[in-house]
């Protein structure tokens, strides 16, 4: 479990987007935006990382819909950061450990991501889960916010099937 300043987080937030945006020239980075109706990802890694992760944000979306019914959609699609390296990341990190995080507000949701890297996109689903449990009014201890999204990150695809529960890689060490 990771706690962290909300005013320093929105801080930061602030300045990627100022830098996602185009207004700051503090990063030397080229950033790309892809969109689908429920998903906005910026992100300065390559574009086919970047696909290979919305589709699976995308699908991951569909389990949860068929999983948790909901009665509407979100007025913003979720708006995903994403950088290429733990270097480009590190100045809008959380904490020095953390790989991502999620930041609801009013009116619109952020996953900022560490990198697209395959073996990084069970934290993201994590990220995502934390989504779903705030759109679903879900005033939870923090300790279960954290505990289902992890179990919800190991949601993998295994001959047409979801499957979910298995153990965490990151707690079997």
Wanted: hydrophobic fraction near 40%; charge should be neutral.
């Amino acid at each position: 479990m990771y706690r962290f300043s909300v005013e320093k987080t929105l801080q930061k937030l602030a300045v990627l987007l100022c830098l996602v945006a185009g207004y700051c020239q503090a990063s030397s980075a080229t950033w790309s935006k892809l969109t689908t109706p429920d998903f906005e990802l910026y992100t300065t890694a390559n574009q086919k990382q970047a696909l290979q992760v919305l589709e699976k944000f995308e699908r991951t979306r569909l389990f949860f819909l068929q999983a948790v019914p909901q009665e509407q959609r979100p007025q913003f699609p979720v708006r995903v950061i994403a950088f290429r390296s733990r270097a480009e990341y590190q100045p809008y990190s959380s904490n020095g450990l953390a790989f991502s995080y999620y930041l609801g507000s009013q009116n619109r949701d952020y996953i900022v991501l560490q990198d697209l890297e395959p073996e990084h996109q069970q934290v993201a689903i994590h990220e995502y889960a934390h989504f779903v449990i705030r759109q679903l009014n879900g005033h939870l201890p923090v300790w279960l916010d954290e505990g289902i999204a992890d179990l919800f990150s190991t949601l993998q695809e295994s001959n047409g099937k979801i499957v979910v529960g298995r153990p965490l890689d990151s707690r079997l060490n």
